[in-house]
């Protein structure tokens, strides 16, 4: 019912700056809990930023505490991931996931939908 793509993510250098963005269609965007959760070769899927149904609610990981903002824009159906101070520790394919409970959760077993990912690399 739900997809969500995620887009802009690349090569950067430590140190760089990226935007992913997440573009959802299909079901009620504005009603949804989101969150980005990231992968690296060999990792398990971790948290990495939750926000609520209306952007009041926002968790991030404790290893990008301070790095990065999430955000949403409701009326394009769309969610942001700000990423500054990038470090090589931050290479993974990242991704956006959603849930029908407005709340913000960093638990991945409570997301129902989930996008294809897109690859970030950090080059130091």
């Known amino acids: 019912q739900v997809q969500l793509v995620e887009s802009g993510g690349g090569l950067v250098q430590a140190g760089g700056s990226l935007r992913l963005s997440c573009a959802a269609s299909?079901?009620?965007?504005?009603?949804?809990?989101m969150g980005w959760f990231r992968q690296a070769p060999g990792k398990e899927r971790e948290f990495v930023a939750a926000i609520s149904w209306n952007g009041g609610s926002a968790y991030y990981a404790d290893s990008v505490k301070g790095r990065v903002t999430i955000s949403r824009a409701n009326h394009k159906n769309t969610m942001y991931l700000q990423m500054n101070s990038l470090e090589p520790e931050d290479t993974a394919v990242y991704y956006c996931?959603?849930?029908?409970?407005?709340?913000?959760?960093?638990?991945?077993?409570?997301?129902?939908?989930w996008g294809q990912g897109t690859q970030v690399t950090v080059s130091s």
């Open positions: 996931a959603a849930r029908y409970s407005g709340r913000a959760s960093f638990n991945r077993s409570e997301y129902a939908y």
């Open positions: 299909g079901g009620t965007f504005g009603t949804y809990g």
